[in-house]
């Protein structure tokens, strides 16, 4: 056997997948079936220590708020084998547009799990509230509902301040409950609100957003189609009722 014939043998059965090893192999893709899942999951499976307790993938992570979300919907992804594709971090810009679990960044770690804990701690250093915007987009309110991002922005000591928050879902009384991570950045549970978080979103882009798929990114946020959710009504509320009552009108139509 000459030495073109020993590489091929060699590299077909190691499989493409040593040469190039993505953090993990997406065989799924994401649709309504699979969001539909996610909100179930995040609903039933979702718990305040995910971060703080036993040995799951995100056990150990340190977080703040934004580092929660967007490990969680890690999470999911790798357990399902579906894609986790973001913007590119703004390091990673002139080479790319998005990133996400095809990279071959982590190439030198063998074990998958280890991998994309590396991933995930990549991604924690690279995005947080500021981005969380390019990666999401508004829901119409039918959608609010489990697993659907919350961001804010309030001022104080004239400086902005910006947080984010997931909902787990709805109580017994069918009140929302928002689960969120803090600053600074360390391994703790999830704080907890009901009905209310602590402050209401007063302009686009906060308010309540969904996660963008791999297709999403490449298209004008206004070109989503409404199908996957897609809607600035909660926008045309804030501009009837205004900051003080938007929250208050979303939980009365939610309720009915």
Partial sequence: MNVLS????????????????????????WNSYWENDYQKWVNNNLKTNVFKGGDGLLSGIPTDCADALYDIRIQYAYEHSLPFVINAP???????????????MFDSITNEKSRVRA??????????????????FPVAIKEINSGIVYIVEWSLLGKQEKHSYMLK???????????????????RK????????RFSFGEAPFG???????EHLLM???????????????????AKVG???????IRRRLQN
């Fill in 6 to 29: 020993l590489f091929v043998v060699l590299f077909f059965s190691m499989g493409a997948r040593d040469v190039h090893a993505e953090v993990w192999h997406a065989t799924e893709t």
């Fill in 90 to 104: 703004e390091e990673l810009r002139s080479k790319m547009k998005l990133f996400g679990n095809n990279t071959s």
């Fill in 119 to 136: 991933f995930i701690d990549y991604v924690n250093d690279e995005e947080g509230t500021a981005t969380i915007f390019n990666d999401t």
């Fill in 169 to 187: 879902g709805f109580d017994a009384d069918h009140e929302l409950l928002y689960y969120a991570s803090d600053a600074p950045r360390k391994v």
């Fill in 190 to 197: 999830l704080q907890v609100d009901i009905k209310y978080p």
């Fill in 208 to 214: 309540f957003r969904r996660w963008k798929h791999p």
């Fill in 220 to 238: 004008q946020e206004k070109d989503i189609p409404a199908e996957d959710g897609y809607s600035r009504e909660q926008y045309d509320l804030l």
């Fill in 243 to 249: 900051k003080k009552q938007v929250l208050k009108e």
